[in-house]
């Protein structure tokens, strides 16, 4: 599968005194089992079941240490794991599931295959501590189906470590089992959504579900369900072995770690960089290179393509924390950053953007199923040089019919960035319909 993507992070850490915690030693080789060993891998595990030489931790003791670490949902919400843990019935004696959502189809963001490409067993071993925290003894990872080979190498990954008793019965000679499958999806964008992706798990079409009742009370198979995203249970380990307030330390307040955002668009060095939580946004775009050919910046999306587009010159007097994105008028989501030059035109970005909700929309809302195409066709009659003044005012109308009014949040991603392009960038908007052509591609 080659080496890893760019994982540039040493440079903006030294001043932390703190190493990457879930990249730190990869050189794309050693995702093994043995290897993870290498680098303390497990050794969180065996802490909590009291086989290294300490006490054996109470579960409700592991999750107050989760919420001390200010660790948040790496997948797009940023809820706070620690108090999505606390919701789990623990000692309610019926079948209780965990699942792993490793369906990343956020255009924009790519870290999670790298996490199971690179250090699937960080995962494993996450999700084990998870499992013993809320009395859980089955779970699932469900990986997008479009990236087979990162399947079959967590599958290889699981069967490591059930051989070396890490998974089963009586995990490690201990009275604590778990066991855990990995699933596939098929490319759809909406199992995303957690309980799209529990209807997927059943056998069932991918929609939504109505939410209440939640996954925590009513989740796979109609049984009490956690889910988290791959990266919340790679950051599970090192909390473990350091404690929850030295996680909180690296980042800044309610925004504990490390996070790795995926960089792409117009930079020099485009990849995975796992910073601490509240870094400058100027300094990943430094350790990205860069904007392309010197290039000056245009905008960014800072969370994935459903988040509202931020202007440049905001963006670069902002830092990469949940507060400080949604205090800039956007969210951190997904933490996949696009970067847009001087040479984008901001019609055609959002043409691109339109098109895909479109065609990802399960149909299953009115709002969303028939909304998202007519986004679509006014941006196009846009770019296309067909555009009135009154499309504008079209759009925006658009946007607050669907936003907010849909079962889950797939109509919500499509208005965000039809209201954010609108109205930060108007004047191209405005442009395009007056001159039936694109101000960046006007020699003018």
């Known amino acids: 599968m080659g080496a890893p993507e760019v994982f540039a992070v040493e440079s903006c850490i030294h001043d932390r005194h703190i190493k990457p915690q879930i990249f730190a030693g990869l050189t794309g080789e050693n995702w093994r089992l043995d290897e993870y060993e290498k680098r303390g891998g497990y050794l969180g595990l065996k802490q909590i079941l009291g086989l ?7 579960p409700e003791a592991i999750i107050a240490e989760i919420k001390d670490s200010a660790l948040r949902g790496r997948g797009g919400a940023g809820f706070p794991t620690g ?33 199971l490409r690179y250090n699937p067993h960080i995962v494993i071993e996450g999700m084990l501590i998870a499992a013993y925290a809320m009395g859980i003894t089955a779970g699932y990872n469900y990986i997008h189906g479009e990236i087979w080979a990162v399947y079959e190498r967590f599958e290889e990954a699981l069967e490591e470590a059930r051989l070396k008793g890490y998974l089963g019965k009586n995990i490690l000679g201990t009275d604590f089992s778990f066991e855990l499958h990995a699933s596939h999806g098929f490319g759809a964008y909406i199992c995303g959504e957690e309980t799209a992706l529990l209807e997927s798990l059943e056998g069932k079409k991918g929609q939504p579900r109505f939410k209440p009742p939640f996954p925590a009370s009513y989740g796979l198979y109609g049984k009490p369900t956690t889910i988290n995203n791959a990266e919340t249970f790679a950051a599970v380990p090192w909390i473990i072995r350091n404690g929850g307030d030295a996680f909180a330390k690296v980042g800044v307040p309610q925004n504990g770690g490390t996070k790795i955002f995926s960089v792409s668009g117009d930079v020099e060095l485009p990849g995975n960089y796992e910073i601490p939580l509240g870094t400058p946004f100027k300094t990943l775009l430094e350790l990205a290179g860069g904007v392309c050919g010197g290039r000056k910046l245009k905008a960014v999306i800072p969370g994935g ?8 010159d905001i963006m670069m007097e902002t830092d990469m924390s949940f507060d400080s ?3 800039a008028g956007s969210m951190l989501g997904s933490g996949g950053v696009i970067v847009m030059s001087e040479s984008r035109c901001m019609v055609r970005c959002l043409l691109r953007l339109s098109y895909f909700y479109y065609e990802e929309s399960c149909g299953q809302c009115t709002p969303c199923r028939e909304g998202t195409g007519w986004l679509w066709r006014i ?10 003044e009154e499309d504008l005012d079209q759009l925006l109308n658009l946007a607050d019919r669907i936003q907010g009014k849909t079962i889950c949040a797939l109509g919500d991603a499509a208005a965000m960035p039809v209201r954010a392009f609108v109205e930060n960038f108007k004047d191209e908007f405005t442009y395009h319909i007056t001159h039936k052509k694109c101000m960046v591609d006007d020699p003018q």
């Open 52 to 58: 290294s030489g300490s006490k054996k931790i109470k």
């Open 83 to 115: 108090l999505k843990w606390g919701f789990m019935p623990s000692k309610l004696p019926v079948q209780k599931y965990l699942i792993c959502n490793s369906d990343e189809s956020e255009p924009g963001t790519f870290k999670d295959r790298d996490i």
């Open 305 to 312: 393509s459903s988040m509202p587009v931020i202007p440049g």
């Open 325 to 327: 994105i949604a205090k």
């Open 379 to 388: 941006v196009s009659r846009i770019e296309n040089g067909l555009g009135t």
